[in-house]
């Protein structure tokens, strides 16, 4: 299911931090937010509301660069701006044949005085005090035709939205009355999380089965704590409704839970979802230039970006950029930010915005340098570039 890997130096940002902090300025990019798409108007309005961009469309998780037409800022003032952190993105009606595989699942579970061996392919996981559900490999549980359509459709958006080449093996799930996982985090699975809901939401009859995550003030919740103010769940944490065939990628490095299913215990009216991690962050080529051919000029970028970001304060998360190289130049024509997670580690002693915007600047600043050779066909390439600071 994993991609094969890629010949790269390195994604991984070599980082001593020993030296003072750079801040960016915007001689060289610009920022606006996502390109021409109709999307980009309600994504600039949503940027210009939120305080804290915490969930996104999936059009919200992009912001792009131009470069700019020459003209130098000389004002000491004028930085860069760069997207907000995304931890959670919605991509509604995901895949097309979701109901195809609910079909599947109903059929398969529906009759309970069947006896057949297919029935008898759950584990109930139960963890006490943390995961009680059923569960069981998509893989085994689904015809192969049909797998390999969810399979692909994940793999594909990994690749072009998130900057990842694989995918975990994929969880189906369901959960009945009582049924819930407790608060936990899955940093070492991969940068994402996936659920990709099977559940009908809108007819349910059930409480409960929303995805919750932590606010991310929580997760700093010394630095904002505010004596007058009482606290409540809805400003402790985001919920997420399943809805039926919604894909929710998130940030698995949050403390989430699944809220308790109360209500059913009727496999047919549960909560179902489909539910795994996007893995292996590594470069993806689409388009005229192959990875062969770009590489060299890539590299070459990433060597001064490595150095330029070495001496940045630290910051931890992802984030994919998706470059846009003309083919009869070479240049980089556009540069767009489709996920970010990074979030700046308290030690850097800077504030938290700065340090991730100067990371974001440092690396759209090399990267719209970059000299690509021009294509033989004269055709666009899109690099899609994941950049990973642990
Ligand atoms: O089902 C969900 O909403 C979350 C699943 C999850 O967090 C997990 O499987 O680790
Ligand atoms: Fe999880």
Same mark, same amino acid.
């Given at each position: 299911m994993a991609a094969a890997n890629c010949?790269?130096? @390195?994604?991984?940002a070599q980082r001593s931090w020993s030296s003072a902090p750079r801040r960016c300025r915007a001689a060289v990019v610009r920022c606006r937010a996502?390109? %021409?798409?109709? /999307?980009g108007a309600a994504v600039q309005q949503a940027a210009a509301e939120a305080s804290a961009a915490w969930t996104a469309e999936p059009a919200a998780a992009a912001a792009a660069a131009e470069v700019d037409s020459g003209q130098q800022h +000389? %004002? +000491?003032?004028?930085?860069l701006e760069m997207p907000e952190a995304q931890h959670v993105i919605l991509q509604p009606d995901?895949? %097309?044949v979701a109901p195809q595989l609910r079909a599947h699942f109903d059929q398969r579970? *529906?009759? #309970?005085?069947k006896t057949t /061996?297919?029935?008898? =392919? &759950? %584990? $109930? &996981? $139960?963890? #006490? !005090?943390q995961y009680n559900l059923m569960r069981t490999p998509a893989d085994r549980f689904f015809p192969a035709q049909l797998y390999d359509r969810l399979e692909d459709a994940l793999v594909e958006y990994g690749e072009r939205?998130?900057? @990842?080449r694989g995918i975990s093996p994929i969880w189906l799930s369901y959960y009945v009355h009582g049924h819930r996982q407790g608060w936990h985090s899955? /940093?070492? $699975?991969? #940068?994402f999380a996936f659920v990709l809901s099977l559940t009908r939401w809108e007819e349910r009859r059930f409480s409960g089965g929303e995805t919750m995550l932590l606010q991310p003030w929580v997760l700093d919740y010394w630095w904002h704590f505010d004596p007058a103010r009482g606290t409540e769940m809805p400003q402790l944490m985001t919920l997420v409704p399943p809805h039926f065939n919604q894909l929710t990628v998130f940030d698995g490095r949050i403390p989430h839970a699944v809220q308790q299913v109360e209500g059913t215990y009727d496999p047919l009216e549960a909560r179902i979802v489909l539910h795994g991690w996007f893995t292996q962050p590594a470069p993806f080529f689409a388009g005229s230039l192959s990875k062969e051919a770009a590489t060299p000029a890539l590299n070459a970028c990433l060597d001064g970006l490595y150095a330029a970001l070495g001496v940045l304060p630290p910051a931890v998360g992802i984030a994919t950029v998706r470059l846009r190289i003309a !083919?009869?130049? !070479? *240049? =980089?024509a556009d540069l767009q930010w489709l996920a970010n997670t990074l979030v700046a580690r #308290?030690?850097? *002693?800077? +504030?938290p915005e700065d340090v991730c915007g100067a990371t974001l600047a440092t690396i759209a600043e090399h990267l719209l340098a970059a000299a690509f050779p021009p294509s033989a066909d004269g055709g666009d390439t899109h690099i899609t570039l994941p950049f990973i600071f642990e």
């Open positions: 010949s790269f130096t @390195c994604l991984q996502a390109a %021409d798409s109709a /999307a +000389e %004002d +000491e003032d004028e930085y995901f895949l %097309d579970v *529906g009759n #309970p005085l /061996a297919d029935r008898f =392919v &759950w %584990d $109930h &996981w $139960h963890v #006490p !005090g939205q998130l900057g @990842c899955d /940093a070492p $699975h991969g #940068p !083919g009869g130049s !070479g *240049g =980089v #308290p030690q850097a *002693g800077e +504030e």
